[in-house]
């Protein structure tokens, strides 16, 4: 299941670009984004829009802290660490 999600990068967070690595969100900015959960809800995946090129594509969980989980109803769920 997909669910909106606000999420702040750690680190820079870098893309293949037809073989050259670009970054694609750089560290601390503040984006949105779509977090692919399995049915017990845990986040799996990250995809967004990159602000420096128009491409959508996975994000590196590694990189990224999330910050907000939309639930399907509306409510926005904080994260707790």
């Not at 128009?54 to 660490?81: F, H, K, P, Q, W």
Request: charged share 30%; with cysteine; net charge negative.
């Amino acid at each position: 299941m997909d669910k909106q999600c606000t999420f702040r990068t750690t680190e820079n967070v870098f893309w293949d670009n037809w073989g050259r690595f670009v970054t694609a969100f750089p560290k601390g900015g503040v984006y949105s984004g779509i977090a692919h959960c399995d049915d017990d809800g845990k986040v799996e995946e990250v995809t967004a829009r990159s602000p420096i090129y128009d491409v959508y594509d996975l994000v590196d969980m590694n990189c990224i802290e999330i910050l907000e989980i939309e639930d399907a109803g509306g409510e926005r769920n904080g994260n707790s660490n």
